[in-house]
Structures are given as structure tokens and as C-alpha cells.
């Protein structure tokens, strides 16, 4: 298959939900890791087609939705300094810190602007270098290789006035974290095909072996969705543990070389805290000690950080984990709508409550 349209056909899809139902005798649980694989699955009516004993249960793959809310705070706190600027994708903006999100900061005169690329953020330092420009980048493996090049970028132009608010999550130490849990009832994993692109399956091969799961690297469309679904049942049914690739035509087992050196070059492993779940031991990157002048925590001398606040009844760090499904919170559709989000797997256009709101309400 060459074009997009052909992992959309839904012929296709029938045809290998029918060889799911052949081969699948057992029940099983299956977690797709990913936010954009959830909206797949949900636009496609995936998780209806399947026969009943199979159960997806959605994960935290969703950036968005694990920063915590103390890092969105920051931001905001920075956006309001005098002479500084904060740059971040357009996802963070509505995402609610502990009383305010980005967007509502920036309603009230702060300044935050929307960037589709960090290299906005750093011409925009170049042009303005009375400004202290932080630029905001949260994500995966997948963003990771693109902010650390930004950073080198910066330390070779020798900008003073270029600084980085980094929440970089690593996807194999929450799988861990996922398997490790006595609730667990995750048996095999649909491991995200973008992250596993830049960083190959190497790191999915102990995992896998030592919790007995198979994982299977998938692409985003129902086709690869499916496959990658009648990939994993078979290698349930037979007992069969290891990882496999089922997003080939973009995956390869050794992932991008060239972007994990860039993305060693800057970060180095450390552990993170996950909204929902908790700190992560090894969960992240952060940066190494010859970059730590551009993090933008520096500015904030006398910062004090807020108490997280609980949303009464929100249940996104259970949806998160694979524990429970958004119509399991009695807020879903009232109180917490995409107009009036609640938490932010309602907030941004991966998270799992969102997808649910749109596709299954
Ligand atoms: S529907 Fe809203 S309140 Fe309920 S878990 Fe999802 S984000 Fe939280």
C-alpha cells in the first residue's frame, strides 16, 4: 500500500477483524499506548467490532495529558514576568494548571504566543534580544530530537536570551510502571509506532521478557490499528512473547540513529513526575549539566510553587493507567465537557475522555 487512503479502506479492516475473531479463543486486555491511536480506534468503531472477549484499555501516551499541572503553573508564571515571553504548542494552552490555564493567562495580558516549531521561539530571540524568550516543549521520544536541536542551535549562536521549559517523557518506563502495578490486567501492548521510530525497539526487548508480554509497534490508521491488533492476539493465543513491528513503512528496529545522538547530545535519562501517575523512575530526559543555563526554572528565583488541586470526581490518572474508561467518571458529558475540561485528558486532541466526548457520546 502507497497511499494514506489505502489504511483507511474499511474492507481492509473487516477482513482482519474477521481473522481476529478466528483466532482469538481467550480473553484478553490489550492497551494501546498512544492518545492518536485511541482517536483511531474510536473514529473507526475498532473497539466495536472487535469480538467481545478482547478489551482495549487506553494509556497515558498523551503528552498533554501527563504534564503535571505544577510545570503548567511555571509556564504561566513565566508568562507573566516582566520582559519574558513564553513559546508552546497550541495544545497547551487550554490545559488548566492549578487555577488558570496558559490561554487564560494570556486573556488577562500575559504573554504567551502559539508556535508550531521551537525554531519560532528562537528567531524570534534573535530579533529581540532584550526579551527572555522560554520556549515550552512537552512531549515523547518524538519531540524530543526536534527541542534538542533547537537547544544546540541556541548554544551555538550563543543566545543569552533563549531559555526551555522541558516536561520530555520516556514511553518504556511507564509500561513498566503500567506492569507493575499489583491492579495491572494489561497483557500485551500496542506500543506507539512515532516514539519507536526515532527510538527503535531496543528498549521494549527487556520489558518484554521480563513481564511476559508481547508488544507489537503500531502505526495510527484503522489498517495498522487492526494489524497490529491481530498481530498481538495471535501472539497472546500462542503464548508468544517479544516485540514486533507492525508500522514497517516507518518503523525500523534500530529507530533514527542520527535523532537519538542529537537528542544524547542535550538530555540525559532522569527520573519524572507523570500527572496521574506519579514520578517515574528514569520516566524522562532532562537536560544535561552544560545546558542547565538555558532551563527556564533559573528565572524563577522567587517562584513558590502551588499545591496541586484535585478535581473533585475526575478520574484521569485511573483513565491514564488503563484502570478505567471516561464514561466510568459521572462528570463525562456534564461538568466536564471540551468547552468546560476538568482534567486534561478532556483538554487535549489525544486524550482518551476527548475521544470519547467526539466519537462514542
Ligand atoms: S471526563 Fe473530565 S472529569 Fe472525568 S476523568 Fe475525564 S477529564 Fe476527568
Redesign the pocket.
Known sequence: MKYLYEFRESEKVKLIIKSIEKICKSKWTIMEVCGSQTHSILSAGIDELLPSNITLVHGPGCPVCVTPREVIDKAIALSKMKGTIVFTYGDMLRVPGSRESLFRAKADGAKVKMVYSPFEALEFAKANPDKKVVFFGIGFETTAPCNATVILKARGLNLKNFFVLIAQFRVPPALEAILNDPFNKVQGFLAPGHVCTVMGIEEYLPISEKYNVPIVVTGFESFDISQGILILVSMLERKEKGVKIQYKRSCKPEGNLRAKEVINKVFKIGDLKWRGIGVIKNGGWVLKEEFLDMDANNLLKNYSEEIEEK?E????AL?LQGKKK?FD?L??GK??TPLN??????VSSE?A?AAYYKYKR
Open positions: 478535581k470526581g475526575c478520574i484521569a483513565i471516561p467518571c462528570l463525562f461538568e466536564c475540561p476538568l482534567g486534561a485528558p478532556m486524550g475522555c
